[in-house]
């Protein structure tokens, strides 16, 4: 089954950028899938940042569009994000994550999963 | 875009039933059936437990059911036990092309 695993430095300094890859197994990132990062600050709720498609067409949620990028390498069978100017706000576990529900043959766009184990990353000088 | 609107916890016995709601507008949880739930126990990754409104993943148990009127959806869990104790999350697709999340709710079996 499809696995993800985040990667990406643990500490970022105020006013830097904040970079993470999300490797997929098990399955093509050029599947009719939409791949997504999803965030949550420690203590509190889930946060959606945004999603690509294998053929690069991207969503992103309105408050953070200014400052991300989610992008995709499909040689690599693997998405990234970049997260410009970040402040403490921005500590976080981060998570990638493939959008819909797939069991064998049957596929749903809707839903979120599976997910990786998450990643923590700290803005902190 | 503001989050969906949960109760910040509940609590029931174990075998009782329990009910969390989820509160939108017609932009998102009212205007499709693109809901879906995620259970988390501390320290570990969501794990998505309804999708489509009512629709269980395999290897689900069917203790969870979900359902949706008007802008608001509700997921339930009959014969609670201990290892439902988690935060409940959760999320619907909107009109903007994006995805939306409730504020969680953290569910104590007492």
């Known amino acids: 089954q499809v696995q993800l695993q985040e990667s990406g430095p643990g500490l970022v300094k105020p006013s830097g950028t904040l970079s993470l890859t999300c490797a997929v197994s098990?399955?093509?990132?050029?599947?009719?899938?939409?791949w997504s990062w999803v965030r949550q600050p420690p203590g509190k709720g889930l946060e959606w940042i945004g999603e690509i498609y294998h053929s690069g067409s991207t969503n992103y949620n309105p408050s953070l569009k200014s400052r991300v990028t989610i992008s995709v390498d499909k040689s690599k069978n693997r998405f990234s994000l970049k997260l410009t100017s970040v402040t403490a706000a921005d500590t976080a576990v981060y998570y990638c994550a493939r959008v819909g529900y797939c069991s064998g043959t049957f596929c749903s766009p809707v839903g979120i999963d599976p997910w990786g184990q998450g990643t923590l990353v700290t803005v902190s000088s | 875009q503001s989050a969906l609107t949960q109760p910040a916890s509940v609590s029931g016995s174990p075998g009782q039933s329990i009910t969390i709601s989820c509160t939108g507008t017609?932009?998102?949880?009212?205007?499709?059936?693109?809901v879906s739930w995620y259970q988390q126990h501390p320290g570990n990754a969501p794990k998505l437990i309804i999708y489509e409104v009512s629709n269980r993943p395999s290897g689900v148990s069917n203790r969870f059911s979900g359902s949706k009127s008007g802008n608001t959806a509700s997921l339930t869990i009959s014969g609670l036990q201990a290892e439902d104790e988690a935060d409940y999350y959760c999320g619907s697709y909107t009109g903007s092309s994006t995805v939306i999340f409730g504020g969680g709710t953290k569910l104590t079996v007492l």
């Open positions: 017609s932009s998102d949880v009212g205007g499709y059936n693109y």
């Open positions: 098990g399955g093509s990132i050029s599947s009719s899938n939409w």
